[in-house]
């Protein structure tokens, strides 16, 4: 790189490292744009129009030049990483802790895309102590995931719907089937799986409240080995809005004159 400022060898690291992130997240982070639009006339990243709000990824040419197997080229593929990444910051606010990616299937049986489909995380230190502490008293070994959750987040396409939430519970359900604990996630893991949408529509509101009235209600009538423990829902959904979605008062509101 030229006579690149500490600033913009930051930005340029941080686009490498993420691969898309929103301009107005870079400007939190790095500061005004003038610290760092210069990447952008001098074509070392560019940045793309999506329903996220603008994000800033790699040109083509830096693609090239440093060899990078797999990109993300679509609007809704970049709002969607941006997206994500937003998401661990935001369920890292409730003490969740990034730990890795699952990528899609490539082509090729054994090779992944660029396409993150979801994000495992960990519950905070002092929640993963306690839950040693517990099950260490308990016979046999410990699950391997304990306190390990999934977290799933989207915008494009309006976001993770309520068939989106019935597949995610039905697939967890069948992936803990060789369990000896149960097949329910929570029984096993002790930590609930976690939603990001831009927001909570009317159809996932009503299925998520039936689906967690349903499993508080089988909860509190079974008597399970992990009722020491404090209940935990099966899912947690969190909303992290589109640009667009954000209230913003009037001057009115603000108390200023028209």
């Not at 679509?74 to 910051?89: K, T, V, W």
């Not at 306690?130 to 304990?146: E, F």
Request: with cysteine.
């Amino acid at each position: 790189m030229p006579d690149w400022t500490d600033t913009e060898t930051e930005v340029m690291g941080a686009i490498l490292e993420a691969d898309a992130l929103t301009s107005r997240r870079v400007q939190a982070t790095y500061g005004p744009r003038p610290n760092w639009h210069r990447l952008i006339t001098e074509r070392q990243l560019r940045e793309v129009k999506t329903i996220y709000g603008p994000v800033l990824t790699l040109t083509e040419a830096v693609h090239d030049q440093v060899k990078t197997t797999h990109r993300l080229r679509g609007a809704g593929s970049l709002a969607d990483r941006a997206y994500m990444l937003d998401a661990i910051d935001l369920v890292a606010q409730h003490g969740y802790r990034f730990v890795s990616h699952d990528y899609k299937g490539g082509q090729v049986p054994g090779t992944t895309t660029a396409h993150i489909t979801r994000t495992r995380m960990e519950v905070s230190r002092e929640e993963m102590e306690r839950l040693v502490d517990w099950a260490t008293d308990r016979p046999g070994q410990l699950p391997k995931a304990l306190g390990r959750t999934w977290l799933y987040a989207r915008c494009s396409g309006g976001g993770m719907q309520a068939s989106d939430l019935r597949r995610i519970l039905k697939t967890t359900e069948e992936q803990n089937k060789s369990k000896e604990y149960s097949t329910d996630h929570v029984q096993v893991l002790h930590a609930p799986l976690l939603i990001v949408v831009p927001t909570e529509d009317g159809a996932l509101r009503s299925y998520a409240r039936r689906y967690l009235t349903e499993h508080r209600r089988a909860y509190d009538q079974a008597w399970n080995y992990h009722q020491s423990l404090h209940y935990i829902p099966p899912f947690e959904i969190f909303e992290q809005p589109l640009p667009n979605q954000v209230y913003r008062p009037s001057s009115t509101e603000r108390g200023r004159p028209t």
